[in-house]
């Protein structure tokens, strides 16, 4: 147990589907982040928001919508996505943007069909 | 940007050692990140380089050479529970993590 949890921690939708994840940290943190794994590559990061502000989108398709309504939680919506975009997604948090380790949450296993 | 290199597959004994070795290319180096993951969990932090030299921390110690753009995380008697991904990530000078691929260690009786 990290501090981080994410739900759901499975999710399987279509194409033409409209979901969401969820991100909540209990540590205090001011920097959350979304990751994305996927089978034989790296830990690929998403978005970074910093004291409620996204200071990062690292190219990342608009079908991905982020939303960070306070400190503590951390959204990513999901619309009209394609199957190559199944893949584990990961929540973290750390002090601040500059701060040493990140913590990560336990992830959501997500699967397009 | 970062280019991070570590082999993806490793098998050890239980109570042996083992070095896994990442390789880095960075355009701005701001310190270097072990994690670990185990199957279907989150990673966890293991250790921090920033300076060269060695980093002890019980069973797992990490070194950093930065002018070779090296560093190996060394876990020492071995453990079946050790048996997971190990994750070497480099921070650039914008605090942003990049993250090599993994390397996948198999502990065996």
């Known amino acids: 147990e990290t501090g981080v949890t994410q739900t759901p921690r499975h999710l399987v939708m279509g194409m033409t589907n409209k979901k969401s994840l969820k991100c909540e940290q209990h540590l205090g943190h001011n920097a959350m982040y979304w990751y994305k794994q996927s089978a034989k590559k790296p830990l690929e990061l998403m978005f970074v928001?910093?004291?409620?502000?996204?200071?990062e989108n690292n190219s990342v398709p608009s079908r991905f919508s982020p939303e960070c309504p306070n400190s503590s939680h951390l959204f990513l919506h999901l619309h009209t996505l394609q199957p190559e975009d199944s893949a584990l997604y990961l929540c973290?948090?750390?002090?601040?943007?500059?701060?040493?380790?990140?913590?990560f949450g336990p992830g959501t296993r997500l699967t397009v069909t | 940007g970062q280019n991070i290199d570590q082999p993806t597959e490793m098998t050890a004994t239980e109570g042996a050692i083992v070095q896994i070795n990442c390789t880095y290319q960075t355009s701005g180096f701001n310190g270097l990140f072990w994690y670990q993951q185990h199957a279907g969990e989150a990673p966890t932090f293991l250790s921090y380089n920033v300076l060269d030299g060695l980093e002890e921390k019980g069973r797992f110690s990490s070194f950093l050479s930065r002018s070779k753009g090296y560093s190996y995380l060394l876990l020492k008697e071995l453990q079946m529970k050790d048996s997971a991904s190990y994750l070497c990530a480099v921070r650039d000078q914008d605090s942003t993590l990049t993250f090599g691929k993994g390397t996948m260690l198999l502990v065996s009786p």
């Open positions: 928001y910093n004291f409620k502000e996204q200071t």
């Open positions: 973290a948090s750390s002090q601040d943007r500059g701060g040493h380790e990140q913590y």
